[in-house]
C-alpha cells in the first residue's frame, strides 16, 4: 500500500530553520506531483508548498516564500522542505501530499494520498 512518512519535524526558535522530509513507497514516485500542507489549530489545513514530477516547477504559498523550498530526488522516492525564517505562525502539523496531476491544484480535496503528518513548532 502507499505510504508517505514525513519526518524533521520539532520545536524551533523564531528565526530558526528546519528540514522536514517525506519518504514515499508502494507508489510511482515521478508520477506523482509532491507537496506539502500544514494545518494548524482550529484552521483548515492550507497548502503550503509544492513540485512537479520531475522537478522542474516549484509553487509556493505566498505566506512561505522566499523562506521555504521545497525539493524532491526521484531517486530516494523523497521529497523535502526547507524551512528558513520560521515565525510563530508557522506553528503547525505538516502533511506531505501526493497528487497524479501534472500541476498541482493547491487544494487538499484533490490529494490522492496524505502522510501521517509531523509537528513544527516555533517558539516566540
Known amino acids: 500500500q502507499v505510504q508517505l512518512v514525513e519526518s524533521g519535524g520539532g520545536l524551533v526558535q523564531t528565526g530558526g530553520s528546519l528540514r522536514l522530509s517525506c519518504a514515499a513507497s508502494g507508489l510511482t514516485f515521478s508520477g506523482y506531483t509532491m507537496g506539502w500542507f500544514r494545518q494548524a489549530p482550529g484552521k483548515e489545513r492550507e497548502f503550503v508548498a509544492a513540485?512537479?514530477?520531475?522537478?522542474?516547477?516549484?509553487y509556493h504559498a505566498d505566506s512561505v516564500k522566499g523562506r521555504f523550498t521545497v525539493s524532491r530526488d526521484n531517486a530516494k522516492s523523497t521529497v523535502y522542505l526547507q524551512m528558513n525564517s520560521l515565525k510563530p505562525d508557522d506553528t503547525a502539523v505538516y502533511y506531505c501530499?501526493?497528487?497524479?496531476?501534472?500541476?498541482?491544484?493547491?487544494?487538499?480535496?484533490?490529494?490522492?494520498?496524505w502522510g501521517q503528518g509531523t509537528q513544527v513548532t516555533v517558539s516566540s
Open positions: 501530499a501526493a497528487e497524479l496531476r501534472g500541476t498541482p491544484t493547491r487544494v487538499a480535496g484533490s490529494v490522492n494520498y
Open positions: 513540485i512537479s514530477r520531475s522537478g522542474g516547477s516549484t
